[in-house]
């Protein structure tokens, strides 16, 4: 069972990323901030969590956060900043955009550019253990998927409706065949030797 909170002396936002490991689209983050004995029994770490049962929480979390927010940051900057700053900046965005600013950030991971002032403490695996940073796990990971949905309207070919940008087998043979599409991380090194950019 996740823990409601790290503390209860302070306000606390929950932070966490989706799409780090991707070959393609933006790097989402979302901050949320719940209030005190939130508990749903379907909550958990977003690659816990079913997809139907994923977009449930997205309203339920969005219903009765406290506060939440989301950010991307896109594939362009990724491939300028590389994807570790990109993840703490999408966080960064998100943390911006709360209407109740907290005093403390529980981050998932084990390092977080500091958000100006604010307190924060890395926690490894997070997601699966504070309510705030799985809330935060399922509001990044739905924006995500649901963008990349979006995207493969454009980008069949890379089947991003089951892959969400992933390097899958069947990406890696789109990439082989069709080359790499302007939505795609190019210094990830994904693009076969000799191939040029095509759409």
């Keep these: 069972m996740l823990e409601t909170s790290f503390q209860n002396i302070v306000v606390e936002a929950g932070c966490d990323e989706a799409g780090r490991g991707c070959y393609a689209g933006p790097v989402f983050a979302a901050a949320v901030i719940l209030p005190a004995n939130f508990y749903h029994p379907l909550l958990n770490d977003s690659k816990l969590v079913k997809e139907k049962d994923r977009n449930t929480l997205r309203q339920i979390i969005e219903t009765e956060a406290t506060s939440f927010a989301v950010a991307m ?68 990971k739905t924006y995500r998927d649901a963008y990349m949905e979006d995207l493969h309207q454009q980008f069949p070919m890379y089947h991003w409706l089951n892959n969400k940008g992933y390097g899958t087998a069947k990406h890696r043979k789109a990439i082989a065949q069709y080359g790499v599409c302007k939505h795609h991380r190019l210094s990830f090194n994904i693009l076969p030797k000799q191939m040029a950019l095509r759409f």
């Design 73 to 140: 940051v896109t594939n362009k900057e990724i491939d300028e900043i590389n994807i570790l700053k990109a993840s703490f900046k999408a966080m960064h965005l998100a943390i911006d955009q709360l209407t109740i600013k907290p005093k403390l950030l529980l981050i998932d991971g084990n390092q977080f550019t500091p958000y100006k002032k604010t307190k924060h403490h890395c926690i490894i695996k997070g997601d699966g253990k504070y309510a705030n940073i799985a809330a935060a796990s399922i509001l990044a």
